[in-house]
């Protein structure tokens, strides 16, 4: 298996632009994640799904920022209108179901944003 | 609340040195715990793990051991190289919720 695949790697743009990143998961794994990583904040949790479906979004930073999962093998973070303080890596994960919850995470290379 | 604190980083050793990366987490119920690396420009990957009370996982040498008494799983390694210089990251899982520690930076001189 390829491992969980992101796109692009890196995205530079300029304030107020819209950026959409990109995850395929690995086949067979029914959760996925979205996390943001910067210096100050670490590792942040920003959505799940499960199966396809939103499960937990609490971590989502405002309502500029959007997620969606239309089939098992894709995924869209969305960010409209972007700031510069929304720039750092956005990783993906996916994970098989255990025992009913989550055991272990397999992390794509992540997309390192910058907002100019 | 599940929590998981990890010692602040960074550490800097020299090579072939002793290294232990203290780690303490706070649960309710019996949570599986995991170390995770991150390589440089990378994302983070399972290093090792361990699902139940005195369990020990390891992996390339590293070895953490599940402490029910003194709630701990932490990191450790006989002979450290440069190529192991990332940053770790302690974490538990329980259920759908997995709670990362804020990862410890490890910097491996020759």
């Known amino acids: 298996d390829a491992g969980v695949i992101q796109s692009p790697r890196h995205e530079v743009t300029e304030m107020g632009q819209e950026v959409t990143l990109r995850c395929k998961p690995i086949s067979g794994h029914d959760y996925l994640f979205w996390y943001r990583q910067t210096m100050m904040r670490g590792l942040e949790l920003l959505i799940y799904f499960n199966n396809n479906v939103p499960i937990d979004d609490s971590g989502m930073p405002e309502d500029r920022f959007s997620a969606k999962m239309p089939n098992a093998s894709f995924s869209t973070l969305k960010i409209q209108p972007s700031e510069p303080r929304d720039s750092a890596v956005y990783f993906c994960?996916?994970?098989?179901?255990?025992?009913?919850?989550?055991?272990?995470?397999?992390f794509g290379s992540g997309t390192q944003l910058s907002v100019l | 609340g599940n929590s998981v604190t990890q010692m602040e980083g960074p550490v800097t050793l020299s090579e072939e040195a002793f290294l232990t990366i203290n780690c303490t987490y706070t649960a309710t119920g019996y949570p599986s715990l995991f170390w995770y690396v991150q390589y440089p420009g990378e994302g983070l990957q399972l290093l090792l793990k361990?699902?139940?009370a005195d369990d020990k996982g390891s992996n390339k040498g590293f070895e953490a051991t599940y402490r029910k008494e003194t709630t701990s799983f932490h990191l450790e390694k006989g002979s450290v190289q440069v190529s192991d210089s990332a940053v770790y990251f302690c974490?538990?899982?329980?259920?759908?919720?997995?709670?990362w520690g804020a990862g410890t930076k490890l910097i491996i001189k020759p």
């Open positions: 361990a699902t139940k």
């Open positions: 994960a996916s994970s098989p179901p255990y025992r009913g919850g989550v055991e272990k995470l397999f």
């Open positions: 974490a538990l899982t329980f259920n759908y919720q997995l709670i």
